[in-house]
């Protein structure tokens, strides 16, 4: 941490922030929809903004990764004509949480390997990140602390802190920098504010507990003992395959390719739209097999997808803690408590073995 790195806005002038920021690009920001629910949407003025809210519904992924993308366009009336698309804005997300920061750093990672998709990565520079921090658990569903989400490290441009009586900034890319000179509404961090900063990061990593009694570096080994887990089993009872938990994960990346032609059958256009191996045409192959038929295959798959094939891959855990997949799912199941049960099954197996 170095001071020369933070600048200061008084309270009162984050709607003025807010509005130049508008002034100079479009604005994505949360917004409050009722009913305890958030989205991200473009705003049109600071008033529309919710800085204190819990995990939108849909998580900021939507603009990295949009839910209908299209990927080609072909026309063959009179010669073969296919002409590849990248649709992309330049915008700024305003307000994102570290959860949701974490959730596109690890987007980043997946698109990023071969093969590369080409239209994340360009649509990506268009996007600057602007994370506001949560110095309070969002609700009961968190459990960014487990994953290690819920402090600001790298992923973003700006970074707001909020203190007693102002917001401390961080920068952390040119695009930041560039921020803060066109909106010329910040002040130099000085040492008093500095400290604060510190204090409060040493309160924070007191308040936020580690939710699952268990350690980050055991999940591996978790998850290498947890395959033939009753759990499982117990999750096909529950799980309505309703595909809500991956429709709102902010590392889930799985799509479907679909085509539309006119009536000529001449014109036409690819796209590819979000999928989920929650439903039951996803692991369906030729010949009508389906080799993730039950419920509990695909329960099992999904926690595995989250926390123990990405670590082999790319060594990082892919779950931010959110807590949307337990606040959508209709027939209660819970990220949280499914881990738990986890542990507690794996310890009773080991505790069997010495007896």
């Given at each position: 941490m170095k001071i020369?790195?933070?600048?200061?806005?008084?309270?009162?002038?984050?709607?003025?922030?807010?509005?130049a920021l508008i002034s100079l690009s479009k604005v994505v920001a949360p917004v409050y929809k009722g009913y305890n629910n958030y989205a991200f949407q473009e705003i049109e003025s600071a008033d529309e903004v919710s800085l204190k809210y819990i995990p939108t519904i849909i998580p900021?992924?939507?603009?990295?990764?949009?839910?209908?993308?299209?990927?080609?366009?072909?026309?063959?009336?009179?010669?073969?004509?296919?002409?590849?698309?990248?649709e992309y804005d330049n915008l700024i997300l305003f307000g994102v949480h570290t959860c949701d920061i974490a959730g596109i750093k690890c987007l980043n990672m997946v698109l990023s390997d071969r093969p590369k998709d080409t239209s994340y990565l360009i649509r990506k520079k268009h996007i600057t990140i602007i994370g506001i921090e949560c110095n309070d658990y969002c609700d009961e569903y968190a459990s960014c602390s487990f994953v290690g989400a819920h402090m600001p490290t790298t992923g973003y441009d700006l970074m707001f802190t909020e203190l007693s009586d102002c917001y401390i900034v961080h920068i952390h890319s040119y695009k930041g920098v560039e921020i803060v000179q066109n909106t010329g509404i910040f002040k130099p961090a000085n040492e008093e504010k500095f400290e604060e900063l510190k204090a409060l990061r040493n309160e924070k990593f007191k308040k936020f507990s580690n939710e699952i009694p268990t350690e980050r570096r055991y999940v591996p080994d978790l998850f290498d003992r947890s395959f033939n887990a009753t759990v499982w089993k117990e999750l096909e009872q529950k799980c309505l395959s309703c595909g809500n938990c991956t429709a709102v994960c902010p590392t889930c990346y799985c799509f479907d390719i679909k085509e539309e032609v006119d009536l000529t059958l001449k014109v036409g256009e690819r796209y590819r739209v979000w999928f989920s191996c929650q439903l039951d045409p996803f692991a369906k192959i030729a010949g009508g097999i389906d080799f993730r038929r039950e419920r509990s295959a695909r329960q099992r798959h999904r926690f595995y997808r989250k926390f123990r094939y990405h670590i082999?891959?790319?060594?990082?855990?892919?779950?931010?803690?959110?807590?949307?997949?337990?606040?959508?799912c209709m027939a209660g199941i819970n990220l949280k408590e499914v881990l738990t049960s986890l542990i507690r099954e794996s310890e009773a197996k080991i505790w069997r073995k010495w007896l």
């Open positions: 020369e790195q933070y600048r200061i806005i008084e309270k009162n002038q984050i709607k003025d922030f807010v509005n900021p992924k939507k603009y990295f990764l949009p839910k209908r993308e299209t990927i080609l366009q072909f026309d063959t009336k009179d010669e073969m004509k296919i002409e590849p698309v990248t082999d891959r790319y060594g990082m855990i892919f779950c931010t803690g959110c807590g949307r997949c337990s606040r959508t």
